[in-house]
């Protein structure tokens, strides 16, 4: 039997690991729970190629996934398989064969981040690995004056770290969405790009936040960008806030 490419799509609780990607010394992160599974699930060991990194306490909804694999079952039944093997704050929810030339990184046109901010006082306590509890009132409108302006093609140097920016070829992005809207007490960001830098996101949800609470103005949003300077934006946002929605193929 030849080898079949299958396609993951995997949701998590991401307060337990140490991100998605796998690490040395016994750091336990998402993606050993999930290779661990599978190889318990199939009799065999394989390497997952993800669609991207989530940070320590990042969660997902749709994080993707792909390996190949020379296994007698089939693939609508392999998330239930794989899923038996894992702990509840994990889950596939999804698993399909596709083509050869499919790669969860290399294929992804577009990732869609989304962090949720509570702005009240009373944070249900369900709520609370999920959110970033944000007291102070926040003006929606200035807030997305500045989001818009953060939309298309730039260098997002002034929004990641640095020390990690300077190992990459460039720290240009498209962004193609920045939208933030309020429901009730929460205040919601909705980012997407073509990638991410590390930070990115949380970094530009704390900038944001000082726009709101009127420490930046929204006009000063290209000057930050322009700077290149980690230091010219606001503070990073925690990560709990932080869940991956979906990828676009």
């Not at 993951?8 to 991100?19: K, N, Q, R, S, V």
């Not at 060991?45 to 996934?65: E, M």
């Not at 818009?148 to 020390?163: M, V």
């Amino acid at each position: 039997m030849g080898l079949k490419n299958i396609k993951l799509t995997i949701t998590y609780d991401g307060t337990a690991y140490h991100g998605w990607q796998r690490q040395r010394y016994g750091i336990i992160t998402v993606q050993e729970m999930v290779e661990t599974a599978i190889s318990r699930a199939l009799g065999q060991s394989v390497t997952l190629r993800a669609s991207g990194r989530t940070d320590t306490g990042v969660h997902a909804l749709g994080q993707v996934a792909n390996f190949s694999t020379d296994t007698p079952i089939p693939a609508q039944r392999m998330h239930r398989v794989i899923t038996k093997y894992l702990p509840d704050d994990i889950r596939v929810i999804r698993a399909e064969e596709v083509g050869d030339d499919f790669d969860a990184t290399l294929s992804a046109r577009s990732k869609l981040y989304r962090y949720t901010v509570f702005n009240d006082y009373e944070i249900p306590l369900a709520e609370k690995k999920y959110c970033y509890q944000y007291y102070y009132p926040c003006n929606l409108d200035a807030m997305q004056k500045a989001a818009t302006q953060l939309i298309g093609e730039h260098d997002f140097a002034s929004f990641t770290t640095f020390s990690l920016a300077n190992k990459r070829k460039t720290t240009v992005r498209d962004l193609l969405r920045c939208q933030v809207w309020r429901k009730f007490h929460y205040i919601y960001f909705d980012t997407e790009a073509t990638g991410f830098l590390y930070h990115m996101v949380r970094n530009i949800v704390g900038t944001l936040l000082d726009v709101g609470r009127g420490r930046i103005s929204p006009d000063q949003i290209p000057d930050i960008l322009r700077a290149c300077d980690r230091s010219a934006a606001g503070p990073m946002a925690p990560a709990q806030g932080l869940c991956l929605r979906w990828v676009r193929y």
